[in-house]
C-alpha cells in the first residue's frame, strides 16, 4: 500500500475504544465495537476495519446512530428469538445477537436469531467465529443500504447483503467463507476512493446500462441513485449474475421478512427530504450444535479432510497452494499481529483531526 506506515493494532484498537468511550458509547460496548473492527484489519479487509471508524463518529453525531446499546427481544422460543437493536450500536447488537444464538444452541441443539432496527456491524465474519470459539457452526447474513441493481436492472435496490459460514476443523484454521453477494463490497469501492484508485471493469452499472471505474465518482452516484454495484457473476445472465442477485434476495427475506423488519430502500439512511436517518438494518445468526448430529471429533476431522484434499488438488499452471474459506485471513492475522496495520496518508489524516476532534490522548502513532 503507497505511502502507509505500519501501526501496532492493539494502539490503533484502543484509539477507537477511546475514540467510541468519547462519543457517549459504554466502556464493555466500545471495547466489542473496537474489537470487530479491529479484527477485520488484522485480517486484511481494509474495507471494514479503522478506515470506518469516522462514519460512526459521523452517524453518532447526525443523531442516527445511539452510542447506547438498547436491545430488545420481542419474539422467543426456545431456538429462536427475534431482537430489536433499537438503532444502538451494530457491533453490539450483532455480538449479543449471536451470543443468544450460541447460548440456545448450547441448550437446544440450534439457536436462530433475527435482528431488526440494526446499524452497520462491521465484518460479518466475526460473528460466526464467536460459535468457533463454543466449537459450533456459526452462520450470520445481514441485509444493507441498497447499491446494488437486480439481473436486468440498473437501479441499486438491493444491498451488498453478506453471507459468512464457519466450521471448525481438525486443522490450524477452521473453514471460514465471508462475502459479499455482490462482486465487490461498497466498503472497498470507499478504499479504493481514498487510495486514489479506479474500481475494475464490468463492476458497476449506472442507469444507461454502462459501466464506471471512476471510484470516487461511484460514491457521489451511489448516494444519487444513478449507479449500482452488480451481483456475482456481473450483469446479465451469460455469467450466472442471476445466483448473486438470489443470494442477496434470499439474505434480504432472512433479515427482514422474517423479522418484520426493513428493507430495500428503506435501509439507505435518508429519508425523503435527503436528511439523515436510521439505516434500519436487519442480521440473521444461526449457531448448530455439531454434536447433536456427530461427535465434534468425527466432525472435524471429516471436514479437515475435505480441505485437504482440495488443497492437494492439481493446481493451476504458476500457482504454488490452492487455499480454502479463511486461510489467507488467518496468515495475514499473524503477520499483521506481529508487524503491524498499514495506514496510509489519507487515513493518517483522518486519525490525526479525530484525535484532536474527539479530544483523545496520545498514541504510539509513528506519524
Known amino acids: 500500500m503507497a505511502d502507509s506506515v505500519l501501526v501496532n493494532y492493539q494502539e490503533l484498537k484502543r484509539f477507537m475504544k477511546e475514540g467510541f468511550i468519547a462519543l457517549g458509547v459504554p466502556a464493555p460496548d466500545a471495547e466489542i465495537c473496537a474489537t470487530v473492527l479491529i479484527e477485520s484489519d488484522l485480517r486484511g479487509i481494509e474495507s471494514h476495519g479503522i478506515g470506518r471508524f469516522k462514519m460512526y463518529v459521523d452517524r453518532i453525531r447526525d443523531g442516527i446512530l445511539f452510542p447506547t446499546t438498547k436491545e430488545t427481544v420481542t419474539n422467543e422460543t426456545a431456538n429462536t428469538a427475534v431482537v430489536d437493536g433499537n438503532h444502538g450500536m451494530g457491533q453490539v447488537i450483532a455480538y449479543r445477537a449471536m451470543q443468544l444464538a450460541i447460548d440456545k444452541a448450547k441448550k437446544s441443539n440450534i439457536g436462530m436469531v433475527a435482528v431488526r432496527n440494526s446499524t452497520h456491524f462491521g465484518i460479518d465474519g466475526f460473528y460466526p467465529s464467536m460459535a468457533l470459539e463454543n466449537n459450533m457452526i456459526g452462520i450470520s447474513f445481514s441485509n444493507a443500504r441498497p447499491s446494488v441493481a437486480p439481473t436486468f436492472g440498473v437501479e441499486p435496490v438491493i444491498g451488498t447483503n453478506p453471507i459468512s459460514f464457519g466450521a471448525p476443523t481438525d486443522e490450524e484454521y477452521p473453514f471460514l467463507a465471508d462475502f459479499a453477494t455482490s462482486i465487490v463490497q461498497r466498503g472497498k469501492v470507499e ?177
Open 191 to 367: 478504499v479504493y476512493a481514498r487510495e486514489g484508485k479506479s474500481i475494475a471493469e464490468g463492476v458497476t452499472i449506472n442507469l444507461d446500462g454502462k459501466g464506471c471505474t471512476d471510484s470516487k465518482k461511484l460514491l457521489k452516484d451511489f448516494v444519487d441513485g444513478t449507479a449500482a454495484l452488480l451481483p456475482l457473476g456481473g450483469a446479465g445472465e451469460e455469467l450466472a449474475g442471476y445466483k448473486g442477485y438470489g443470494l442477496g434476495v434470499m439474505i434480504e427475506i432472512l433479515c427482514a421478512s422474517l423479522c418484520n423488519g426493513s428493507f430495500g430502500k428503506a435501509l439507505s439512511g435518508f429519508d425523503e427530504q435527503g436528511k439523515p436517518a436510521f439505516h434500519r438494518l436487519g442480521h440473521f445468526f444461526i449457531a448448530i450444535n455439531i454434536e447433536s448430529f456427530v461427535p465434534l471429533a468425527v466432525f472435524k476431522a471429516i471436514t479437515g479432510g475435505i480441505m485437504r484434499e482440495i488443497r492437494s488438488s492439481k493446481k493451476a499452471p504458476g500457482q504454488d497452494r490452492i487455499y480454502l474459506a479463511g486461510e489467507k485471513e488467518f496468515d495475514m492475522i499473524k503477520k499483521r499481529t506481529k508487524e503491524g496495520i498499514p495506514i496510509n496518508n489519507s487515513l493518517q489524516t483522518i486519525m490525526k483531526g479525530l484525535i484532536k476532534d474527539l479530544k483523545l490522548g496520545t498514541y504510539n502513532f509513528p506519524f
